[in-house]
């Protein structure tokens, strides 16, 4: 179909959304947080405190602890306490118990989270309501079940316990992050010591406050709050059987060198730069939604993004004008507005680096567009939904994650071709296939070397499949039976 | 016009419609963005009556409530058009002399189309003579089933022609199509076949219009719109009963169609009862008090 430019579709028009905001009366937010050790909030060693950003507005909204090594320690303690004294001791039913009770907490206290994952974060509350909230307390309710059952899950085989485990959480799904940590952990009968994003810390502390209502027996979760260094500690601390960590390609390398020599387990889950890629078969309109949904879901913020769109040649002109009249339907703004589609960038930080990737590309000479949508002028951290054509496998902004909604377009012309060029990085975390061919679904999943492949659709997760990557994407897996192997030991 | 055999619509995957269509649906529509999207579904309502039963009576008046939807309460808008059997026409005309509201006829051996061509060219002269403003016919779905597309083609083409003047809208059914892989195709030849609207469905079977069957309609007419720049209207008809439905079905055409189609010129809610619910929540959010529907006449 040959694109005229006559007719372009208007999408400002005179009838738009007045705002729904989402209410905020019924959250609880203190203006000041310790750490949560042993049970108990507690001040941090050195008295020292960070403010936690609204990207939105730019605003501080609380005061976090900041944790350094003697902070780390103390909760590693904790957590080796209550792993010898009680934890260790417990039977699978009894942990299952716990853990569906944080699970049932979550539920309940759902609004709550949703809004304060929003506030803290800068994404939409559409999302954190439908998606990250909902499936949180999924991921305790499946590994409660398990808590039990571990025999029959790894039959022939003697699961144990790895003792405590050190988790490191990213800040593009908070809450998340922190169920896909301390679920399995807990029903593999390990005890933790957790330590969120430093831009991302509320709903982690929120959380802390659920686990002191639940009543779990004190040390068994256990969150230092803070920035690099905390985590450093946590890494480099001698008591830790395991790391889980989930971050950027660059801190994992790091981590493999800190634990290279000593008996600790690692499991990574890290960058991405997945190709979304539509054939001509593919059903078009259906298809340009799935490119919408995985990059700019979240601001792009997602290791798993759909960043890299390889479309076959024959149709790239008309899916490229689909896009970019669709992405004039996105609406940019206040991450607590119900209508909003694409949220406040997470920080200052965040921004800088997106921003240097568009300039970089533009250098590039790749060719730059981006959405028409108002942005709000307050002080937050906003960006809007680009696309860069013009690329190629050579350009940096193709092969860099960029982790902000910006999305690169490439063209293909067959089957091989497209394997080859999807698999040309070195990561290997997620990929899409858009056809309407069965036959040609499986050849592009065997071929490509991705952890996750959705096919005709995309960002879709669940507690039972098993989520991560080949390459420098990482290895381990979360979710799954997978994901409950990677906190047991076999003897 | 190309013949159907070059006309290629593309699949459509049930699985994203219905997810693209629960996003729409899930927009938050308040305040005076509320008040005027009410407003303008009422305007697009084709108030209908098709029964078996209909008489010089019964269609008087409708003609009146369509005139007079809720006493002189200011700043409501009319509805689009009455929409009546043929054989009402000329009594719908008559009672509509003097206002702007069209009168639409159903033609071509409505609902089940299974009559011969000559027959539905007839049925359709006559509503024309009788001074229908626009014709809404329905496609043989049987010999769409039967594969003979060319046949579903020329019978619309022709229908258009004898139409004359008046708008053609045609309906396809897609109650009876099957998939929405069928009810892209068939939307497809309407277009290409010269219909002004294209229709969901009669309203006398179930299911009838769908938030899901109409956004692969208004895909269907993006793509037209893309590749020969003509405007065709869309008119969802049947099962829409509350402002809300009516709401989320105007998200779903701003978001896929934007400002051109945001009026009845090209869009049209074929409803009967949907009116009355319209006037409840537009006098609800004006007054801020809950309504009954004894408040509203029944015609």
Redesign the interface.
């Known amino acids: 179909?040959n694109?005229?430019t006559?007719?372009k579709?208007?999408?400002?028009?005179?009838?738009?959304?007045?705002?729904?905001l989402e209410s905020q009366d019924h959250i609880q937010i203190n203006k000041k947080y310790g750490h949560f050790i042993g049970g108990k909030f507690v001040a941090p060693a050195k008295g020292k405190y960070f403010k936690t950003i609204n990207p939105a507005t730019g605003k501080a909204i609380a005061n976090i602890a900041d944790g350094d090594q003697s902070d780390v320690n103390k909760a590693v303690r904790a957590a080796r306490q209550a792993y010898q004294k009680y934890w260790s001791k417990t039977t699978g039913a009894e942990r299952g118990k716990y853990i569906y009770r944080i699970a049932r907490m979550i539920q309940e206290r759902a609004r709550e989270f949703a809004v304060i994952e929003s506030l803290d974060g800068g994404k939409p509350i559409?999302e954190s309501k439908t998606i990250d909230i909902p499936l949180a307390a999924a991921h305790f309710f499946y590994y409660a079940g398990w808590a039990d059952k571990l025999e029959y899950a790894f039959p022939n085989r003697t699961p144990e316990p790895l003792g405590v485990a050190g988790q490191i959480i990213p800040w593009n799904f908070p809450l998340l992050m922190a169920a896909w940590k301390i679920a399995p952990a807990l029903a593999a009968g390990n005890t933790v010591v957790l330590k969120p994003a430093e831009t991302t810390p509320l709903t982690a502390l929120k959380l802390a406050e659920l686990i002191q209502d639940a009543d779990l027996p004190p040390g068994v979760v256990n969150i230092v709050t803070g920035d690099g260094k905390a985590g450093e500690a946590l890494v480099n601390n001698s008591d830790i059987d395991k790391i889980a960590f989930t971050g950027s390609t660059e801190v994992g390398k790091l981590i493999q060198q800190s634990v290279a020599g000593t008996n600790k387990k690692v499991t990574l889950e890290l960058g991405g730069k997945a190709a979304n890629i539509i054939f001509e078969?593919a059903?078009?309109?259906?298809?340009v939604?799935?490119i919408i949904n995985g990059i700019y879901l979240n601001q792009g913020h997602v290791c798993c993004a759909g960043s890299r769109l390889f479309i076959q040649e024959s149709v790239a002109n008309?899916v490229i004008?689909k896009l970019k009249d669709w992405m004039e339907?996105l609406i940019v703004g206040d991450p607590l507005d119900?209508?909003t589609d694409v949220g406040a960038i997470n920080s200052k930080n965040q921004l800088k680096i997106i921003n240097n990737y568009i300039e970089i590309g533009k250098n590039e000479g790749a060719h730059y567009y981006e959405s028409s949508c108002a942005l709000p002028d307050n002080g937050g951290y906003w960006c809007r939904p680009s696309l860069f054509t013009n690329t190629s496998q050579s350009s940096r902004i193709v092969q860099e994650e960029i982790f902000g909604p910006v999305l690169t377009v490439q063209t293909f012309r067959t089957v091989e071709e497209v394997i080859k060029k999807a698999n040309n990085t070195p990561y290997g975390l997620s990929a899409g296939v858009w056809t309407?061919k069965g036959s040609k679904i499986f050849k592009m999943t065997t071929g490509l070397n991705a952890g996750v492949i959705w096919a005709?659709?995309y960002n879709k997760f669940d507690p039972t499949s098993p989520f991560g990557g080949y390459k420098e994407s990482g290895f381990g897996r979360e979710g799954g039976l997978h994901g409950l192997a990677d906190y047991l030991k076999f003897v | 016009m190309p013949p159907t055999t070059e006309i290629k619509s593309p699949t459509i995957d049930k699985v994203g419609i219905h997810e693209r269509a629960a996003r729409l649906m899930s927009r938050s529509i308040k305040k005076d963005s509320k008040m005027m999207a009410l407003k303008l579904a009422l305007n697009m309502i084709d108030l209908t009556t098709l029964e078996g039963a209909d008489t010089i009576g019964k269609v008087k008046q409708l003609c009146n409530k369509a005139i007079h939807l809720h006493g002189n309460h200011p700043g409501l808008p009319h509805v689009a058009a009455v929409c009546v059997y043929p054989t009402l026409v000329r009594t719908a005309r008559e009672a509509l002399k003097g206002t702007e509201i069209r009168v639409a006829a159903v033609a071509t051996a409505f609902p089940s189309g299974q009559a011969p061509s000559e027959v539905k060219i007839a049925d359709t002269k006559f509503a024309v003579g009788e001074g229908a403003h626009e014709v809404d016919m329905v496609i043989s779905r049987g010999k769409f089933l039967q594969g003979e597309y060319n046949f579903v083609f020329d019978e619309i083409a022709a229908v258009k022609e004898a139409s004359g003047e008046a708008h053609l809208k045609v309906i396809l059914e897609t109650g009876e199509l099957g998939t929405y892989d069928q009810v892209r195709k068939a939307s497809d030849i309407a277009m290409h076949a010269g219909a002004d609207f294209i229709k969901t469905s009669t309203g006398k079977i179930s299911p009838a219009a769908t938030p899901q069957v109409t956004l692969v309609m208004l895909e269907a007419i993006r793509d037209f719109y893309y590749l020969t720049n003509k405007v065709i209207g869309m008119k969802p008809a049947g099962g829409i009963r509350k402002a809300k439905q009516a709401i989320q079905y105007l998200v779903m055409l701003r978001e896929t169609l934007g400002e051109t189609w945001l009026t009845k010129d090209y869009f049209r809610f074929g409803a009967s009862s949907l009116a009355n619910d319209i006037l409840m929540q537009i006098i609800k959010q004006e007054t801020g008090v809950y309504q009954s529907a004894d408040y509203f006449s029944f015609d």
Not at chain 1, 9 to 20: D, M, Q, R, V
Not at chain 1, 283 to 287: H, K, L, N, V
Request: charged share 25%.
């Open positions: 179909m694109i005229d006559k007719s579709l208007n999408f400002n028009t005179t009838w738009s959304y007045a705002p729904a559409r078969d059903p078009i309109d259906q298809a939604e799935g008309i004008q339907t119900k209508n309407d005709n659709t």
